[in-house]
């Protein structure tokens, strides 16, 4: 098989996991000698990064979903270097892709879908997802299930997760303790969480929880990593549960490797969640998890073996299970070690292979 031309398009402008999941795929893609190219936005991180390792750029507005002008743009693209897969990994890139395909039947649309939220649309159901697609990608079984209760067509979906970037952290400053700036003792407990400061990722549970957990152990110490829209909340919410002196807000670090050295529990309250990734990096740092059963993340935390999973929302089993490791220091390196364990099965070299995998089958 001839070696294949991919256009790639994702439209966010911050930085989270599923840019970083986009950045490692081209990198691999690249590996195997396929030519790929990444649409995004002139003001996206995601573009800066890229440029950095001089993968191949190529600007866009994608000003919403029904961006007429990034669609004729792309569509000519397509027909010029006579693409053969264009990948999206935004809902907006999506549409974007598909009026830009409309007529060609020469280039394959794949989509990854990385949220575990419902289809209510009936356009989106029937072509989005549907008559206007050749593979949907979803990062989790907890992602395809919904699609198939959705009415998606279970032959267009297949499972391929998230994978750990071990990279990263080998680049990352492993002299620098975030411990000793924050001026936390080599005793003290520290519970963190990274995750962007948004409306799904319900930082208020994590904060009720600890609430509950420093009226028994009040020296434990909460780390929230990341930035978002929500920050004014949360800010507003740690004062007034009077959490000021034990919850830090560290903003987005991009050296994050220095907040799971520092950290002995890692902690993920989400309503919603794809995968998370961040459960991924953690796993990495042999850390013990205490994780919601949203989306995909019961398919990483395995309670009771290398973590806790409790219901969304539940705020005081939450406590009950940071409290029992905070308690228990040998059960939380026991649970750590089997992180590291089950990481192993969840590698960013998997999830390159078998997205290769759905290319050649589209394009034999």
């Known amino acids: 098989m001839k070696n294949l031309i991919i256009a790639h398009i994702d439209s966010h402008t911050s930085w989270r996991g599923g840019q970083k999941q986009v950045i490692e795929l081209i990198k691999g893609l690249n590996k195997l000698g396929q030519k790929n190219v990444l649409f995004c936005k002139p003001s996206s991180e ?5 440029e950095e390792i ?3 750029v190529i600007k866009l507005p994608l000003k919403g979903e029904w961006d007429i ?21 935004t809902s907006h890139a999506h549409t974007i892709a598909i009026i830009a395909l409309l007529g060609i039947d020469t280039c394959k649309l794949v989509v990854s879908r990385r949220v575990d939220f419902h289809i209510h649309n009936y356009f989106s159901k029937k072509y989005k997802y549907g008559t206007f697609v050749n593979k949907i990608i979803a990062v989790s079984n907890a992602i395809k299930r919904i699609l198939i209760e959705d009415g998606i067509d279970p032959e267009l979906l297949v499972t391929i997760k998230s994978g750990f970037v071990q990279g990263e952290f080998e680049r990352s400053d492993k002299n620098s303790s975030l411990r000793k700036q924050l001026g936390f003792s080599e005793n003290t407990v520290v519970v963190s969480t990274v995750a962007a400061l948004a409306p799904h990722k319900a930082h208020y549970v994590l904060l ?5 957990v420093l009226k028994k152990y009040p020296n434990v110490k909460f780390l929230f990593a990341g930035e978002g829209k929500m920050k004014s909340i949360i800010t507003k919410d740690i004062n007034s549960l009077g959490l000021g002196e034990s919850v830090t807000l560290l903003g987005f670090v ?5 907040v799971y050295r520092a950290t002995d529990i890692f902690a993920i309250s989400s309503e919603e969640e794809g995968l998370c990734t961040s459960v991924l990096d953690a796993m990495y740092f042999g850390l013990p998890i205490v994780a919601t059963s949203a989306g995909g993340i019961p398919e990483l935390v395995q309670d009771g073996i290398n973590g806790f999973i409790v219901p969304v929302h539940d705020h005081l089993l939450f406590a ?12 939380r390196k026991k649970m750590g070690l089997r992180s590291s364990d089950i990481l192993k099965q969840n590698t ?3 999830t390159i292979i078998k997205t290769f995998d759905v290319y050649s089958e589209l394009c034999c």
């Open 46 to 50: 995601i573009a800066k990064r890229a």
């Open 54 to 56: 001089r993968i191949e």
């Open 69 to 89: 002008i990034s669609a004729l743009k792309l569509r000519s693209f397509i027909k010029k270097e006579k693409v053969d897969i264009i990948h999206t990994h």
């Open 208 to 212: 009720k929880a600890a609430n509950v």
């Open 254 to 258: 991009e050296d994050i490797g220095t």
């Open 320 to 331: 009950e299970r940071l409290n029992l490791l905070i308690e228990t220091p040998d059960r």
């Open 348 to 350: 960013i070299e998997n």
